[in-house]
Each structure stands twice: as structure tokens, then as C-alpha cells.
């Protein structure tokens, strides 16, 4: 699982997610959320953001630990 903010100093969320995903070490299995308190959206094509669960701030704790649940136990589980 992987949890990244949209906004960050060097490179923002939409890129990090496009590098992990053309990386030759990438595993496509590993599920990503992107958290963003200034974008209702990410800009990025249907490439780079499919697959990626969007989460705006502020960020319910709640939500976000029912999703993790339901993404570590679901298809990208190794075990489920």
C-alpha cells in the first residue's frame, strides 16, 4: 500500500504514481491512495490515475482505514 500526498516539494503526487507505475520494479498490484487538499481531482490522464483511490483533506481517519482494509483484503491481497 502505498499513501501519498498530490503536493509535494520535488515532484507532486500524479508523477511519483507515474513513475512507480512505468518503474521496471513496479508491481501494478500494489494499491495507491492520493491525498490532496488543493485539487477536487487529479489532472492527470486515465493512465496515471486509474487504479489510484482519491482522498481529499481534510481526511476522514475513518474512511481511510476502511479502505485500507478493504485494499489490503481484496484483490491486491496476496492471500484474498
Known amino acids: 500500500l502505498i499513501i ?3 503536493k509535494m516539494p520535488i ?3 500524479g508523477q511519483l504514481i507515474h513513475a512507480l507505475k512505468t518503474s521496471q520494479n513496479a508491481s501494478m498490484d500494489t494499491p ?3 491525498i490532496s487538499g488543493h485539487i477536487d481531482s487529479p489532472k492527470q ?3 496515471i ?3 489510484v483511490l482519491f482522498f481529499n ?3 476522514a481517519l475513518e474512511k ?3 479502505m485500507t482494509r478493504i485494499a489490503l483484503e481484496g484483490p491486491y491481497s ?3
Open 4 to 6: 501519498t500526498d498530490y
Open 11 to 13: 515532484m507532486d503526487g
Open 32 to 34: 495507491i491512495f492520493l
Open 45 to 47: 490522464g486515465p493512465d
Open 49 to 51: 490515475i486509474r487504479d
Open 57 to 59: 483533506k481534510p481526511l
Open 64 to 66: 481511510l482505514i476502511r
Open 78 to 80: 496476496k492471500a484474498g
